[in-house]
């Protein structure tokens, strides 16, 4: 038996494999009833909503300046 942190690693590469196997089902059926661009939209707006609340609970994290970007910035 592994510690409880070799545990969670292996828990989290299950859920990727499941999460990311099952899209091409899922996908399929969806896109047979939902326009492509709807599908898109609820993805990206599922991402910034998790990677959102992610970052906010993070204790430390902080977002970089525009003086800190350089000339990355628009």
């Not at 990727?16 to 091409?24: D, K, P, R, V």
């Amino acid at each position: 038996m592994g510690t409880l942190r070799q545990k969670l690693v292996y828990l989290y590469l299950f859920l990727t494999f499941f999460l990311w196997g099952s899209l091409y089902v899922v996908s399929k059926y969806v896109l047979d009833r939902v326009p492509p661009f709807t599908v898109s939209l609820v993805r990206y707006a599922i991402s910034f909503m998790l990677l959102f609340i992610f970052i906010h609970i993070k204790k430390g994290a902080v977002l970089a300046k525009k003086k800190e970007l350089g000339y990355r910035h628009v």
